[in-house]
């Protein structure tokens, strides 16, 4: 979000990912390892269902994830196969990895043997997802699929991997498959609706979503969180109706009413330079193209649902940097700093999918601060003035319920401490503290293992730093 003037309450920090909460919520009940902050939300659309699948229940089936691997089929491959359950079983992962790796042709050709292997490298890649990472259990999710592409466990497995490393490889087809193999599993077709609307078929999503939705019966709370998603997209699909697309390369940029030739010509060249640019700094580029929504200032809020007062907002529910830009073509140095900013905020959705809620609120404005070039005059009054200081941890979460005055001080504190961070580690380094929270660390032990001070410390002496520029 971009405020030109903080004189009112903030929108809630809108940085979680709607449909990515959901799924979170769908595919991960056994582990309870769940790193998205729930109450990080998208404007409009109500906190995801309270989660009925954190304890494993078996009226649920999709619930199961494990393959049962206690009956070894009677082949002459017995005591082969009890042997890599067992390294299994014992955490033991590379060495059983190893001797999965070497089973001979034969071996995998028997007719009951194989299914079997099948189970033994499905269970191999859930002890690695949960002892490694999700990243490290692909592999094996990839090879049970490979040795038998019927099992819906298995498949179901691989395409949450696949969700969650945001990996090119969750396309229409394997969905298709997917939704064959599953029939009864909203899943998939959240999964494909997510696909559509990145897609911008807006109409294909909708239709996706209910067949979630009607799938979901046994759950109120998802149904009606798929509901919401649904209007949102109806919504946006109706405000959009009548605007006019035009792509480049990276940018897919829609205008409300005339086409105007100059904001166009200017939007784009802001946005590509910041593609260049700040894409250089971070070292991530976009997977896909962005895109940008150029509203009437007039219909900006009921198009978008935001307050009358928000200059701009990056919308993670459809991938949508949104702003009231016609009008504001002489501007184009608001025009700049809006676009930079939500780029920012884009970009780290891009680069941390499902784990972008693990990045401290403070820390994701600060970088579209730092990187937009951000001057706001209420910064430099209060950094000035006489405000009480948040501490850090405060600013981890939403920011929806601070008051004016202190939504300044947050939006102050963001940008300096980001600001200190990158002067004294250099930008490659917060790279890596970004890195950490992509896989799952928490703030102490990102700041530990990649600034290689404790986050106690780290607030200590930027505080000093923060109170020395201020007097
Ligand atoms: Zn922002």
Redesign the pocket.
Known sequence: ??RRNIRHILIP?AIGLALLIGYNLFLKPIHPALTMRPTENVESVPPPPPSPRNKPSESEPRLVRTLDQTIIPPTPHHSLLEEIRDEIEKHNLSLAENKLKVLSASVLSDGQTRPFVAILWNNLGLQQERLQSTRASIGAFKKAVELDDANPVILMNLAQAYWEQRDQALNMEFLTKLIKVAPDDPFPHLAMADLLQEQDDLTGATTHLTHATQRAQQDPALRSYLAAVTAKIQRTQSAESRMIARSSTHFIVKFDGEEDQSTWTSVLEILEEAYRDIGQKFGHFPTKPIMVVLHAKESFQGSTGSPAWADGLYDPTLGRIQIPAQGATTDRKWLANVLR?EYV?ALLHDRLGSQVGALPTWLN?GL?MQMAGDSWSELDTARHGETKVIPLTALEGPWGTFSADASIVAYLEASSATHYMVERWGMARVDDLIKSFKAKASVATAFQDKLFISYEQFHRQWLEHFEEARS
């Open positions: 979000m971009y920090l900013h905020h404005e579209a």
